[in-house]
Structure formats: C-alpha cells, structure tokens
C-alpha cells in the first residue's frame, strides 16, 4: 500500500473514493480506538494536552503500517479543530479538516463521521464559477467557456487558460470609459489577470468592477463587493518617476497601494470591513480617518471607525488556499461562511452556544461533512429545500 496521509485519506473517504484496502485501515482503526475508549475514557474530561497525544496517536495509527517498512517517514502535519471554551471540553474533537470526532463524556455517546452523514440532502462544495460582463452587457459564463479565447476585437483578447484563469491582453488601445465586471456567485470562486498584470483572486458571491485600459499616469481604480486577494503589479509613471497608485473602492473604504498582496473582506452581510496586507504597504481610508498598514496587520473599519491589530494571515487567505480555517470564531461567523459557499440560506431557531472554533476545514469536503463538525457541539443541522433553488440549513439547539 502507498505511503498513507491521514488527511488525504479521510478526505478520501468522505467523497467515496476510498479503496476496500484504505476503508479497512480506517475502521480498524475506529475499532480499536473505540474500545481504548471504552476500557479509558468513562466520563473524563479532556485536557488540550490529553487531546493533543491522543491526536498523535492517531496519526501514528493510520502511518503504522508504512511506517513498519520506513526507515524514517516525516510526522505529517496536523490540524486540531474543537471548541476553544474549556466548558466544551468533552464535547467535541476534529481530526485533520473536521473528519473525526468522539465524545468523551460517554463511551456509548461514541459518534465518527466514519458512519453516513444523518443530513439527508446533499449540498456539494463551490469551484471555479462566475461570470464576466462586457462593457456592452454581454455576459459570458466562465464555467461553461472552453479554454482559449473568449473575446478578441479591437486590439483586445480575453482568454481562458486550463487553470481556469481569465486573462486579459491588450495592444495599443485606450479605451478609459470602458469597463468590465466579473461576478461569482455564491459556490463560486474565480482568478483573474487583469489588464495591468494585477492578479486578482475572487471569493464566493464578489464582484469586481475594473476598467479595459488603467490610467498608466495618475491611479489605477477598481471597484469590489465581497472578499479579493489581490497581487497588484507595479506601474511605472516614467514621465514622474513614481510608481502609479493601484486603488480599491468598496461601499465603506479606500484601499491605496503601490505594490503589493493583500486581502479585502468587505460583504454586505459582515459586520465590519477587513483589509490584511501580506507583503508592501496599503492605506486604507474611510470618510474621516485613515490607517498605514504593516504586513501582518489588518484594518477593521465599522461606522467609518478604524482598528488595527496584528492577524494570522495564513487564517485570512484561507479560502484562497482551499480552506475554511478558523482562529477562536464564532458559530454566526462560520455560518456565514458556509452559506456563501454551499449556496445555502441559514436560519437560526432559539439561542446560539458561545463556543469559539479553532482549525481548518478543506473547502472540497461537502456541505454535509462541514456540518458534521459542528454537530457535535450539541447543535442540531437540518437541510431543507426551499421553493427556490437554494436549499436552507436550519439551524436549533
């Protein structure tokens, strides 16, 4: 058998490409861990550091038999995702991207995502998809277009690449008052080169609104609604010898860069407007103030009110990356999240438990296996479809 990554093989398993071999590692593997638990683990609270060796010893179960033939094999990487609130202790324990849990309060409560997921309705997980609007209205959808070009007129090209990147082209034209947009829906996600060279990666349910033909001499202005990563190209004015501003418009702020990778979250349903600069310097103003930020910061604007702090960037490009990743977040907070990126209305019955989350979640993993984390903070997830197209995840105590 190959070399086995615990996190690639439970992924595995959850989108059904197990092979027989791999599934019976794994619940060999939940059957002697249940009887450990059975015999160890009668009402005890955890401790982290108990959770943390009993995760280790779960890595080292499902590495055992290659480990037995390697010389040496690299202890591969682990991510913990449970409720941060010591309260919680007992409740809940996530292997790798939220695969695995028990209960150790009870052996009998003893719950693995390794069993069929209860939530009947199936929610798949977003990939490249949106759409791109020309100047004249034309809409183009980028998920169905082949790879090549998509649009080639008046010094103008607009390819599609095989990664499913949209690249622009453009050779002696000025065309200042011409603009196009590209929007993803929710369970949506998209890259784009624009016009400039900038890179621009777009979240689920964003927007951004750009012109064809950037002003190589003052500024260069984009509009976002939503959530961007963005690696702007530097621009030369040569006439001044300066570096031409790269600008970022959205409903509550003003993002100013020169050069630089950084993350805007500015949805309309989020509570404040989060800027984090990973690499250069951005200033980011709002109607009666403005910050200088520093890589590793992040700007958090609410009622035209500035905040600065230092931040995990890792966390905040997590969706870029492939993953949903949490830092002591709230249930409201990951909700929407989801909501965004399954497609899904969420609504909310009685009151909400406090607990905070910390880890990673793959975005490749369905609706039902996300919520299957969650589930074992004694909450309860009902899919239901709606009248529309898009399903609702009901959420009660």
Request: hydrophobic share 40%; glycine share 6%.
């Amino acid at each position: 058998m190959a070399k086995l990554d615990a996190k690639e093989l439970l992924i595995k398993y959850l989108s059904g490409e197990c092979t027989e071999e791999e599934q019976a590692l794994l619940a060999q593997w939940h059957l002697d861990s249940t009887a450990e638990m059975e015999g160890q683990m009668t009402g005890l609270e955890l401790t982290d550091q108990e959770r943390s060796d009993d995760l280790d010893e779960i890595w080292g179960r499902l590495q055992l038999a290659e480990e037995k033939s390697a010389p040496e094999v690299r202890k591969p990487s682990r991510v913990v995702l449970w409720p941060s609130i010591a309260a919680a202790a007992g409740i809940a324990v996530a292997l790798t991207a939220g695969i695995l849990f028990y209960n150790a309060k009870s052996a009998k409560e003893n719950k693995s995502i390794l069993a069929k997921s209860a939530i009947q309705l199936p929610l798949p997980a977003g990939g490249n998809n949106a759409v791109l609007t020309l100047n004249d209205g034309t809409q183009i959808s980028l998920s169905d277009a082949k790879k090549g070009t998509l649009v080639n007129e008046s010094g103008i090209s607009i390819s599609k690449t095989k990664e499913g990147q949209l690249v622009y082209h453009l050779s002696n034209v000025n065309k200042p008052n011409s603009y196009n947009t590209i929007s993803t829906p929710n369970g949506g996600q998209y890259q784009v080169v624009l016009p400039d060279g900038t890179k621009v990666w777009l979240n689920a349910a964003s927007s951004l609104r750009f012109p064809l033909t950037f002003d190589h001499l003052t500024e260069r202005k984009v509009e976002l609604k939503g959530e961007a990563y963005f690696e702007v190209a530097k621009q030369l004015n040569k006439e001044k010898g300066e570096r031409v501003p790269f600008i970022v418009l959205t409903d509550k702020q003003q993002v100013e860069v020169l050069g630089t990778h950084f993350d805007i979250n500015a949805y309309s349903d989020e509570p404040t407007v989060k800027t984090t600069l990973m690499e250069g310097s951005v200033k980011v103003a709002g109607q009666k103030s403005s910050l200088l930020l520093k890589p590793g910061e992040q700007a958090t604007v609410s009622n035209d009110k500035f905040s600065l702090s230092k931040v995990n960037t890792e966390e905040v490009i997590g969706w870029k990356d492939g993953y949903f990743r949490f830092n002591k977040t709230d249930l409201k907070t990951i909700m929407r999240q989801a909501s965004r990126w399954y497609n899904v209305d969420v609504v909310y019955e009685g009151s909400i438990p406090p607990e905070l989350f910390t880890g990673e979640v793959s975005r490749q993993v369905d609706a039902n296996a996300f919520l299957e984390m969650l589930k074992f903070m004694n909450v309860k997830f009902k899919i239901e479809k709606q009248t529309n197209a898009r399903s609702k995840i009901l959420v009660s105590l």
